[in-house]
C-alpha cells in the first residue's frame, strides 16, 4: 500500500489544463442549451414537451456511440503513455470503421421509428406529431454526430482537449444564429432609439431541429478534417478493414460500458415515460430542470476527462505511483467544485426556472426538484470521477454492474411504485433518482477505498 503524508499538488496544474477545455465545451454546449430551451420555451408549455418528450431517447442513442469511444480512448491513452505510436495510428484507422458503423446504424434505426418514439414514450396525442418530426430532423446527420463523438474523444485521449472545445464553441455559435433565423418569423426588434427588421423563416419546434442537424454536420465535418491532420492520430495511409488485434482490447471496455450506456439510458427513457404520464406541467418541469441541472454537472464531467486520460496515460507507463497520486488529488478537486455548484444549483434553483418558463406551477414544481437533487451533488461527482478513471483504465465491468443495479433495482422499480401505483407526482421520481445516486456513491466508494478499481495493485493482477 503506497503511503504519503503529503499532498501531490503539483499534479493540479495538469489536471486542470485537461480539465478547463472540456469544462468551456460543456458550458458552450449547456449555453447553447438554455437558449434552444428558452427559445422554444417562449412558443408555449406544448412545444417545450414536445421537444423534451424524447430527450431521453437522444441519450439512449448518443450515449451508446459514447461507450464505443470509451474503448478507443482506454486503448489509445494506455498505447500513448507507453510511446506506442503506430497503434494509436492503427486506432485511430479502427475508430474510422466504428464512427461508419455506429453512424449509418443508428441513422436507419432513429428515423425508422421517428413515428413511433413519441408513442412509445407517451407524449400527449396533441403534441406527437410534432415531436416525431423534430426528433426525424435531429438524426438526419447521425453519421457527424457520430464523428463528433469518437473521433472527440480520441483527440482528448492524446491530451488534446483544446480541439474538441473549439469545434463544440463553433457549433454551438452557429445552431445560436440558425436558431434565431429559423424558429421566430421576420420581425422587429428595438434597440435602445434603433429598429432593427431580423428576418426569420417561422417554422418554430421544426426550426430549432433544422438549425441543430445543420451544426451537428459542420461539426462532424471539421472533427473529421481535424484528425486527418493530425500527427499522432491521423489515419491516413492505414487500413480500415476490421483490425482484431486492435478492436478485441477496444471492444473489451466498450462492451461493458455499452450495455451500462444502453441499459441507464433506455432506464432513462423509461423513468421519463412515466414522468410524461404524469401530464404537460410535470413533463415541462422534468424537461428544464433537466437542462439546468446539466450546467451544474459540468466541473464533474470536465474532471472525469481528465482523470480517464490521465489514469490511462498512467498504466501504460506502469506509473502506480503516479495513479495513486492523480485519483487522491483529483478526487479532492471534484468534491470542492461539486460542493460549490450543488450550493449554487440550491440558491438560484427559482431564478434559473423562470428564464424557461412563466408557468409558476412549473417554476416551482422544477426548483423542488432542483433544490433536492443539489444536496447529493458532490457524492455523486465523487462517483464520476471512480468512474472515469477506471474507464481510462480498462476496468468497465464493475460500473456496468453498479449502474445497472442501481437504475433498474432503484430508480425504475422506484419511480414505477411511487408514480403508477401510488400516483404520487415528479418529486417522488426525483426522490428515487437521487436515492440511486447515493447507491452509486456507496458502491464506488467501497470499490476505491479497498484498492480494487486500480490494476497495478497486486491483488488485482
Known sequence: MIKRSNLPWAMVPTILTLAWPTMLEQLMQTAVQYIDTA????????????????????????????????????FISQANGAGNREGVKKASSQAVLAVLVCGLFFTAVALSLSGIVPVLMQVDENIRELSSQYFFILYVPMLARAATIIFGTMLR??????????????????????????????????????????????????????????????????????????????PKGQSIKPDWQILKPCLKVALPNALQRFATSLGYVCFAAMVNSLGEISTAAHTIANTVESAFYIPGYGMQTAAATLAGNALGAKDKQKIHDLSRMILIIEVIFMIASGALLFIFAPNMMKLFSKDEQVIMLGATVLRMVAVSEPFYGFSIIVEGMMQGMGRTVMPFISNIIGMWGIRIVGTFICTQLMSMGLVSAWACMIMHNMMLFIMFAIYYLTGKWNPLNKKNI
Open 157 to 234: 485521449a492524446v491530451g488534446d482537449t483544446k480541439t474538441p472545445m473549439l469545434v463544440g464553441i463553433w457549433v454551438n455559435v452557429i445552431n445560436v444564429i440558425l436558431n434565431f433565423l429559423f424558429i421566430y418569423p421576420t420581425r422587429t426588434v428595438e434597440i435602445f432609439t434603433l429598429s432593427l427588421t431580423i428576418p426569420g423563416a417561422g417554422w418554430g419546434v421544426l426550426g430549432a431541429a433544422i438549425a441543430s442537424a445543420i451544426s451537428l454536420i459542420f461539426g462532424g465535418i471539421s472533427i473529421t478534417v481535424t484528425l486527418w491532420k493530425h500527427p499522432l492520430l491521423s
Open 39 to 74: 427559445m422554444v420555451g417562449s412558443l408555449g408549455t406544448d412545444a417545450t414537451a414536445a421537444v423534451g418528450s424524447t430527450t431521453t431517447v437522444n441519450w439512449l442513442i448518443g450515449s451508446t456511440v459514447s461507450a464505443v469511444s470509451v474503448g478507443f480512448l482506454a
